[in-house]
């Protein structure tokens, strides 16, 4: 037998087996939009929800993880289809979906556990079920964390200390009316902006969790860090209705195991960075304020509180302050 014979059994055989397979299993891609580094409390969830949901459908579906710093603009994408999924805080979120804007007040949970708490009860439900009227599909509850305050002027110990300064917001009136009682200057922005406007003096402070301080290196450009948690910061995965409706009830349940698995590892990253991050902003030159007068802040904040129990939903940002596990 030539080898000119040999090579042509043995092509014909790869054609045959190649043909015989078929052409590989068609992959649908998902992509999902989230504003930080892949090292980051909102990156832990993206990576948790990647590696459930492809384990879980053998890969038929395949999770690309994007980063998009402007949180508004991901959830128009999400909106119109260009992604599936962002992974937001609710910053800017009460412009699409309003009844989200009660979850921004200031001072409304006592701690984690309050929070958490009540965002995976019967009120967070009906939260996310606020998103579908509004053309998105609220999946589950993720975290952002307590914001505290950052400035490049001055330590700021009492609600006095903040008067004056020009204090970068997220996209949120609840936010910006809570520092505009309090005698600050709000400049609401996306997060996209906010490196550079710290960095040019647009603005001398702003107010995130120690998770995104620590993980977008603010002490590079922020002096002195006051441990206000004037407000905790929910986070949320948002879905396209479309992407969601076109999945099998299967793939719909895998879809949302694959979120309680992103939920859990969100969690955890914020719990980690919580008990670390602190001092590693000290570590990295911040002054860190810690002894705050959180009763003065409240006190401060009374005018915005009576337009937040008018403007808002009043009764049910009560059943928020008495909800108890
Ligand atoms: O969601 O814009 C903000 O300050 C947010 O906290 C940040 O994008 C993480």
Known sequence: MTIHTIRRIVLGSAVALGLAA?????????????????????????TALKESFERATNNRFRVQIQRNDNEREAIESVQIGTAECVITS??????????????????????????????????????????R??????????????????????????????RGLKVRTMENQVHMRAFQTLGAQPTPMAF?????ALQQGTVDGQENPIPVIVANNLNQVQRFLTLTAHVYSPAVLICNPGFIGRLSAADRAAFQEAARAAQRANR???????????????????????QVDTAAFQAALAPAFQVYE??????LLRRIREWRP
Request: hydrophobic share 40%.
């Open 133 to 162: 009227p509004r053309g998105l599909v609220g999946v589950i509850w993720l975290e952002n964390g307590f914001r505290h305050l950052t400035n490049s002027r001055r330590e700021v110990h009492t609600p006095a200390d903040v």
């Open 22 to 46: 078929g052409p590989a299993l068609a992959q649908t891609q998902v992509t999902i939009l989230h504003p930080l580094p892949l090292n980051s409390h909102y990156g832990a969830g993206a």
């Open 310 to 315: 008018r403007e808002l939903d009043g009764n």
């Open 268 to 290: 955890d990253r914020v719990t980690a960075d919580e008990q670390t991050g602190v001092e590693e902003l000290r570590r990295r030159g911040m002054t860190v304020v810690t």
């Open 90 to 131: 609710t910053g800017p979120v009460g412009n699409f979906v309003p009844a989200v804007r009660n979850v921004d007040v200031p001072f409304l949970f006592r701690d984690y556990a309050h929070a958490r708490g009540v965002l995976d009860s019967d009120i967070g439900q009906w939260l996310l079920e606020q998103f």
């Open 192 to 196: 996209s902006e906010l490196v550079p």
